[in-house]
């Protein structure tokens, strides 16, 4: 080994783009001890403000953005954004942890690690693609591979012109305790139907859900209180947080309020249904715990690839509202046939070792 030092940049737009670099990082430190691994978000360094603003700036995309930001995330424009990402004040955020191998989770941090290695040189450099569907601005010519969530993507990327040897359909880098315990059940463990709910994330502006939604889902349910119960994750929303505990001392139905979790696997892994907007993070934990996941109302561009690549595999279960989310529940714990067929189906699409497999690509570029 030659070198063991790697830049894994994020930007700070939603959590998937942090969690994914994070998991990388982890497994990078496992199968190489002590190397340096730098993990950070290289437009934060300049605007420390911009995890705040970036997150505002998602949440009213995903309730105001609708038919144009699907347009415009389809096409993608890159002229901007390459103007943008050479901009010497914000290479500078590069200058520390000078990795000969950098990989990158968003197309914007990409770019402007290519614009550094034009300037001052540097290693081999590799996209990460963090969700179920290719947006106009992949591919970025001179990238020297990528990451992609599915055998599917990595079609795209070839048809779009990029080196079918330069694509490696790992998965979205999951944390390792994702990787295969070799336990697996398919399907209802017997008692109550185990239902999770994600509320909310790390960074949650675009969820638009709220306490009344999961107050109209749990009045439309035509279930017994013993057939069903509910875990609700409202990570950093407290205010959403403190009206489940309330909610939870007045509802018929066993219902668990969580904040933030810190065991997302144990999570999945305890509950027999996920309901959750497909999010490219949330899908590939699902699949990777074999865990059929009920679809909130997906927002434009990246959310609806998702949902549209489950349902091409026949996963796409309607949750948009919260009448349809109660029938979804309802079928689940009376049908345990058909929950366990989409049990299967997601596991047969999980890549639980998918941070392993991209971070021995990435060791493998820096020997």
Same mark, same amino acid.
């Given at each position: 080994m030659n070198v063991s030092e790697f830049n894994l940049l994020y930007l700070s737009? +939603?959590?998937g783009h942090l969690l994914a670099a /994070?998991?990388?990082a982890q497994a990078l430190r496992r199968e /190489? $001890? +002590?190397a340096a691994v730098n993990v950070f978000d290289p437009l934060e360094r300049t605007f420390p403000l911009f995890p705040g603003l970036a997150n505002l700036g998602l949440s009213w995309t995903a309730r105001f953005g609708g038919r144009l930001y699907a347009e415009r995330w389809r096409r993608g424009d890159a002229r901007i954004i390459g103007w943008a990402a050479r901009l010497p004040f914000l290479l500078r955020s590069l200058a520390e942890g000078k990795g000969a191998v950098t990989a990158a989770t968003h197309v914007f941090a990409l770019r402007m690690a290519l614009a550094r290695r034009e300037r001052a040189g540097g290693g081999r450099i590799y996209g990460v693609v963090t969700d179920f569907g290719l947006h106009g601005y992949w591919p970025v010519q001179g990238v020297d591979g990528y990451f992609v969530a599915h055998a599917d993507l990595a079609l795209e990327l070839e048809r779009r012109g990029f080196a079918p040897e330069k694509i490696y359909a790992s998965g979205i880098p999951l944390r390792l305790d994702f990787e295969d315990p070799g336990e697996w059940v398919p399907g209802r463990s017997g008692g109550p139907l185990r239902v999770a709910v994600l509320a909310g994330g790390h960074n949650? +502006?675009?969820y638009t859900g709220g306490l009344r939604w999961v107050e109209q889902m749990l009045a439309a349910l035509p279930l017994d209180p013993l057939d069903v119960r509910f875990t609700v994750v409202a990570g950093s929303r407290a205010r959403l947080l403190e009206g489940l /505990?309330?909610?939870s001392k007045t509802t018929r139905f066993e219902l668990y309020p969580r904040g933030l979790v810190g065991d997302m696997a144990g999570l999945m892994r305890s509950h027999d249904l996920l309901l959750a907007k497909p999010g490219g993070l949330s899908v590939a934990e699902a699949l990777a @715990? +074999? !865990? $059929?996941?009920? @679809?909130?109302r997906a927002g434009s561009g990246q959310e609806s690839a998702n949902a549209a690549f489950l349902a091409r595999y026949g996963l796409w279960v309607d949750a948009s509202t919260p009448e349809l989310a109660a029938q979804a529940i309802s079928r689940a714990a009376r049908d345990p046939g058909w929950l366990r067929e989409l049990s299967i189906k997601a596991r047969k699409l999980g890549r639980p070792f998918s941070a392993k497999s991209a971070a021995?690509? !990435?060791l493998q570029g820096a020997a």
């Open positions: 737009v +939603g959590s /994070q998991a990388l /190489q $001890p +002590g949650s +502006g675009a /505990q309330k909610l @715990c +074999g !865990l $059929p996941l009920f @679809c909130l021995d690509v !990435l």
